[in-house]
């Protein structure tokens, strides 16, 4: 993991990042946490409880290739929602989520923000449309992942962002 600690979050926008109106308002209800260097804030194929507001600090999202490696799918940084669709479908993640330093991030249990949406419809949209894109951006990693042997492709690393 020392290679990574010096990986910033992209300044592209990816799947994870929310809008900073459905940050603030999802933040506002959010429980805190704290993850340091190397804690796992939640592991790929165990059932999801919640969702992951990232608050300060950077997280490694990735996901375990069949031969045992891990694809780093993204660092996210401060903006970031993660578990969206694990949350609202009531599934395992899809992902792993590991801190690549000091972090502060908030949690919303899945009953809480269900019952939240119901209350603003207006968010709604935001939230499927976040979900898609992460699904999307998964799939794409994980179908790319089958067949490359080329570890200096950009899949391999922490943004898939045509710069």
Do not use: W
């Not at 799947?15 to 459905?22: I, K, R, V, Y």
């Not at 009531?90 to 000091?102: D, I, N």
């Not at 972090?103 to 019952?115: C, D, W, Y």
Request: include cysteine; charge should be negative; aromatic fraction near 6%.
């Amino acid at each position: 993991m020392s290679e990574l600690s010096n990986i910033k979050p992209s300044s592209c926008r990816t799947a994870f990042q929310a809008s900073p109106e459905l940050f603030a308002a999802l933040d506002a209800f959010a429980s805190s946490l704290h993850a340091q260097v190397g804690d796992f804030v939640f592991r790929e194929a165990v059932l999801c409880t919640g969702v992951y507001l990232l608050r300060s600090g950077t997280l490694r999202a990735f996901s375990a290739h069949k031969d045992g490696r891990d694809i780093v799918n993204r660092v996210v940084g401060p903006g970031a929602i993660l578990g969206l669709p694990a949350a609202m479908c009531a599934r395992a993640f899809q992902f792993s989520a590991e801190a690549l330093e000091p972090t502060e991030i908030g949690f919303i249990e899945t009953t809480a923000l269900n019952e939240h949406l119901r209350a603003r419809p207006d968010l709604c949209m935001q939230v499927v449309g976040m979900m898609s894109d992460e699904l999307i951006e998964l799939r794409e990693t994980h179908d790319h992942m089958k067949n490359c042997t080329n570890t200096s492709c950009s899949l391999h690393g922490s943004c898939t962002c045509a710069h």
